[in-house]
């Protein structure tokens, strides 16, 4: 019998990786052109058509099949070793579906098109941060979320200890 923490993750993971691959669907068809995009709020935000064929900020450039290969392996870790990562703290059925979501609709655009495509593109003047999409937000605010979350369940283990010795 499949358990409502899994069912939760299932449903977390399936929601970001439908919102990914609607949006990027999305930007695909509206710019059609890498490089095309859209000014939204001016001198800070756009939305952008970008190819990126490399990791987190481009790193990697053109290792497609090692990428997929290493998302592979690290979908198969953090399955493994689910319990040991998350299991210990409240809301990781959460925190695991953003992260697996993430991965995997990443995973899908290199699988699809040999690279991921990016369009939230920031700026504030001379400075620019690279373009992401919904599934690096999402990697990102997991592991953002599991350090927070992490954090305050040792706060309050600690808390714990020193009140009943007291």
């Not at 939305?47 to 392996?73: C, D, K, M």
């Not at 809301?91 to 939230?120: Q, S």
């Amino acid at each position: 019998m499949v358990s409502v923490q899994r069912l939760r993750t299932l449903a977390v993971a399936g929601t970001i990786i439908a919102l990914d691959q609607w949006t990027k669907w999305i930007v695909r068809h509206a710019f059609v052109y890498e490089g095309n995009g859209r000014v939204i709020i001016p001198g800070f935000f756009d939305l952008r058509y970008v190819r990126n064929t490399g990791a987190a900020w481009g790193v990697f450039s053109g290792f497609q099949a090692g990428l997929v290969l290493f998302a592979l392996v690290m979908l198969g870790v953090l399955i493994w070793k689910r319990h040991a990562l998350v299991g210990g703290i409240p809301l990781g059925w959460l925190v695991f579906g953003m992260l697996v979501g993430g991965i995997v609709g990443n995973l899908i655009d290199r699988i699809a098109w040999k690279y991921v495509v990016d369009f939230i593109d920031c700026h504030w003047h001379a400075s620019h941060f690279p373009a992401f999409n919904v599934a690096d937000a999402s990697i990102c605010c997991s592991v953002g979320l599991y350090l927070l979350l992490q954090g305050l369940a040792e706060h309050r283990a600690r808390c714990g200890q020193k009140t009943s010795r007291t």
